[in-house]
């Protein structure tokens, strides 16, 4: 097979404790610390950069048995929808070496897609795990704000992102999250909410009287060869005696401009840190501390991470905050709101994961606005804080695959998994 | 509606002296197009019903305690090219 180029560093590992991952392979994204493995975040800035603990998330998969196989590719700091954004190079899409794999969790994505680990490990800031997972034909969850402990992941946005499994089924994606989620003295927005849920039993398809929402919104402007297989997903479940209902939710025609403000905003502080002198490639000790920092990030940071971080600089910049910031912040509470009162209607709402088919690798090189507005179906989610699923359709080979999307009220992601185990059956 | 803002080539230059990254000259151009294209998007928040935010958060604190640490040569093992006998370096503050 051909190198997709989904890890950045493999590891030789033997798991050897007793438990619920017991000679289950696993890879990590490499923005989770591992200790004594270099965690690059796909950026030169930290390609030497060795942790010195391990994540929560990692003690607790070794705690249960995991081998460690590797840490996967993945846009750089989780800036792009494509990996393409990687200083290691873009990830393939396994199914199309013509196509990306999404991003930012390419690497995490492709390596379960193309069999190099049965599960891993992705992060999911706008929809980092979701879409790949669906470019890649594989199940994603992105957990409820606070399920899983965010402590040793390299921060980007941290009121947005959370750490989820990657895997080829419902069922194996909700085993992986049984054994991280929980609460965790390390990480204050943590939570012990959910943590008695036995999330991989609830992968039994059992859809008989759920309510499914689908919002306009959501559906509006979709590429044929995507909604094709949503409708068919639809048809299934209404088949296994669930109820589909049309909603509307208008706030999520804002969605995609109140995230991009808001995680570029807090990436501009998040990334601060990377001057050459703690962290980092220092960039020679000729000038002062401010030539010596604007030489550093010159050189360590790509692209995208340059325009996130300037862009968020210039909305958090005196005059601006009010403009941009303030009222993202109110457009996050509307979405939050209006997701509340759907809940009270529905119990899963249901869309596309992505709008388009898995870009050709290269095409949204030029335009990053382009990129930006293909997140619109994912950033709702983080906004609001919810738990969401992403469950591979049946898609037509020639195409590529497609992503069905079901998000859920706060720490209800037992139904997303009776919901997705449902489509994939 | 708020007044429309323009980004220009001086604009990028001073986000790029508070950000602290040097650009080169095509970046500069590179990105004030597509600053330009982008923050003209996010005008479409302009449009936004007035909403109560409601913030249902509490404080989380522990007891203060004596924990483990991390070790100084673990920490220091990122920076060796950036050290002197144990402390980070950095240019001279004149």
Not at chain 1, 406 to 415: H, P
């Amino acid at each position: 097979m051909k190198d997709i180029n989904s890890f950045i560093t493999k590891i030789e590992s033997k798991g050897n404790k007793k438990g619920a991952l017991e000679g289950c392979t696993v890879a990590i994204k490499d923005n989770i610390s591992t200790k004594g493995i270099r965690t690059t975040c796909g950026s030169a800035m930290l390609k030497d950069y060795i942790p010195p603990y391990d994540a929560t998330v990692v003690d607790k998969i070794k705690a249960a048995g995991a081998i460690v196989v590797g840490k996967t590719n993945m846009d750089e700091f989780g800036m792009g929808t494509t990996t393409e954004t990687s200083y290691f190079g873009p990830t393939v899409n396994p199914h199309d070496e013509s196509r990306v794999a999404g991003g930012s969790s390419g690497g995490s994505a492709a390596a379960v897609a193309s069999g190099e680990a049965m599960f891993s490990l992705g992060t999911d800031t706008g929809g980092s795990i979701r879409c790949p997972a669906a470019f890649c034909g594989v199940v994603g969850i992105k957990p409820t704000y606070g399920l899983v402990s965010r402590y040793g992941l390299v921060a980007y946005a941290n009121s947005l992102e959370q750490i989820g499994p990657i895997a080829r089924t419902v069922e194996g994606a909700a085993r992986l999250l049984d054994v991280i989620a929980g609460g965790d003295v390390r990480d204050s927005t943590s939570s012990s909410d959910g943590k008695d849920t036995k999330y991989a039993d609830c992968a039994d398809g059992e859809v008989e009287g759920m309510t499914v929402g689908i919002p306009a919104e959501l559906v509006k402007g979709i590429d044929k060869n995507v909604i094709g297989p949503f409708e068919l997903s639809m048809d299934r479940l209404e088949e296994r005696g669930a109820i589909i209902k049309e909603i509307t939710l208008p706030s999520l025609e804002k969605a995609v401009a109140a995230y991009y403000i808001i995680a570029m905003s807090e990436a501009s502080s998040n990334l601060a840190r990377y001057d050459g002198v703690r962290y980092g490639i220092a960039s020679g000790f000729g000038g002062d501390w401010n030539q010596m920092f604007s030489a550093s990030r010159e050189n360590g940071f790509g692209k995208e991470v340059k325009r996130r971080i300037l862009l968020g600089t210039y909305a958090l910049s005196a005059g601006y905050q009010d403009r941009y910031y303030a009222k993202a912040q109110r457009v996050k509470a509307w979405i939050r709101k209006e997701f509340e009162n759907a809940f009270e209607d529905v119990d899963v709402v249901a869309s596309p994961t992505m709008p388009v088919l898995p870009f050709k690798l290269g095409e949204g090189e030029k335009d990053p606005l382009k990129m930006y507005l293909s997140d619109s179906n994912t950033v709702p989610v983080n906004l609001a804080g919810l738990p969401a699923i992403t469950v591979p359709a049946e898609w037509d080979k020639r195409e590529g695959p497609v992503g069905i999307q079901f998000v859920g009220a706060r720490f209800q992601e037992e139904k997303l998994i009776r919901a997705g185990s449902a489509v994939e059956r | 509606m708020s007044e429309r803002s323009v980004v220009d080539v001086e604009t990028v230059q001073h986000i790029s002296e508070l950000a602290k990254i040097n650009l080169e000259g095509e970046e500069v151009e590179m990105f004030t197009k597509q600053f330009r294209q982008i923050i003209n998007y996010f005008e479409i928040l302009d449009e936004v019903p007035e909403i109560e935010i409601r913030l249902d958060v509490k404080n989380v604190l522990r007891d203060d305690g004596e924990g483990e640490s991390l070790l100084r040569g673990e920490v220091f093992q990122n920076v060796d090219e950036n050290t002197k006998e144990d402390y980070f370096k950095g240019p001279k503050v004149r």
